[in-house]
């Protein structure tokens, strides 16, 4: 019925409506009543609507306002968490109270057991940092100590597509003045010369074949295994031949013959 309106562009009567939309009398009354009740069409007159115009957009709702503990946001004592494990000299205890963890500190127990899964997170990421910066500095054997070791965020993100013995080979090649004599030491993993080792070495061992072998299988056939025999066509058995089945009987070895005694005329035995 509203597309019935929309089309129309214009009042409609009841009569118009029903040889419009196709509808009975009593459905289209009830579809009206419906409408009008739920504001979509307006009635101008006795028996005639039209498509009543379009509602403003409702206001946002307000963001309901974040919930306190003792005074302050979870992300305010979050950071007032972070900022006393960094130093503890910025606690301000005539407002936070004594320490985390003295005796009659006022911090929420919902804070202190969000703050130490971060750490617990944060000393295991930095663990797993510092075993793969050891094991690039292993690989590498050709090296300026520095801040740049210690940042090995570039290699996590190549780790997310190339392998890890990839990569180490490709800072080995670049590094190692064993195999060349020239190379330089690193400095930093963000070096563009051992990126782009790792990008080629990724290209060269792993990628380039994969499409090689996958180009050349492309439309052919799968071949059968190495060994696989195939039946003469001589000796080859028709599947299901030599079962006997419910439906077909075994035939007669010999043919049913019929045999009449001599010593008495006129009876017969039957015989195989």
């Known amino acids: 019925m509203r597309d019935h309106l929309t089309d129309t562009d214009g009042e409609q009567t009841v009569a118009q409506i029903i040889a419009g939309t196709g509808l009975n ?24 609507y039209k498509l009543a115009p379009p509602k403003p957009p409702s206001p946002p709702k307000p ?7 003792d005074g302050l946001s979870f992300e305010e004592w979050m950071g007032h ?25 006022r911090v929420p127990w919902k804070i202190n057991k969000a703050f130490a899964r971060r ?24 090296l300026t100590p520095g801040p740049g ?17 990839c990569i180490l080979s490709a800072i080995r090649g670049k590094t190692d003045s064993k195999l060349y004599p020239k190379n330089e030491p690193a400095t930093s993993w963000r070096e563009p010369r051992l ?26 056939a799968p071949q059968k295994a190495a ?23 075994r035939a007669r070895e010999r043919p049913f013959r019929r045999q009449c005694s001599g010593a008495r005329p006129g009876r017969c035995q039957d015989a195989r």
């Not at 309901?64 to 503990?69: A, H, I, T, V």
């Not at 910025?90 to 963890?101: A, F, K, Q």
């Not at 070791?149 to 013995?165: N, R, T, Y």
Request: hydrophobic share 40%.
């Open 63 to 69: 963001e309901p306002p974040p919930s306190l503990l």
């Open 25 to 48: 009398r009593n459905a289209c009354e009830q579809a009206i009543h419906r409408a009008v009740h739920a504001e979509q069409i307006e009635r101008t007159a006795p028996g005639t």
């Open 81 to 105: 968490m972070e900022a006393w494990d960094a130093n503890p000299a910025s606690w301000d205890r005539e407002s936070l109270g004594p320490w985390p963890g003295e005796p009659g500190n």
């Open 149 to 165: 070791l210690d940042d090995v965020v570039p290699i996590k993100l190549a780790l997310e597509i190339v392998p890890l013995d």
């Open 119 to 142: 750490l617990e997170k944060r000393r295991a990421q930095a663990a797993a940092d510092a075993e793969l910066r050891d094991k690039l500095i292993a690989a590498c054997g050709n």
């Open 195 to 220: 990126l782009k080792a790792i990008a080629e070495t990724y290209c060269r061992s792993l990628l380039i074949p994969g499409m090689v072998q996958t180009g050349g299988a492309a439309g052919t």
């Open 227 to 249: 060994g696989a025999s195939k039946a003469s066509p001589a000796v080859q058995v028709t599947p299901g031949a030599g079962k006997r089945t419910g439906a077909f009987p």
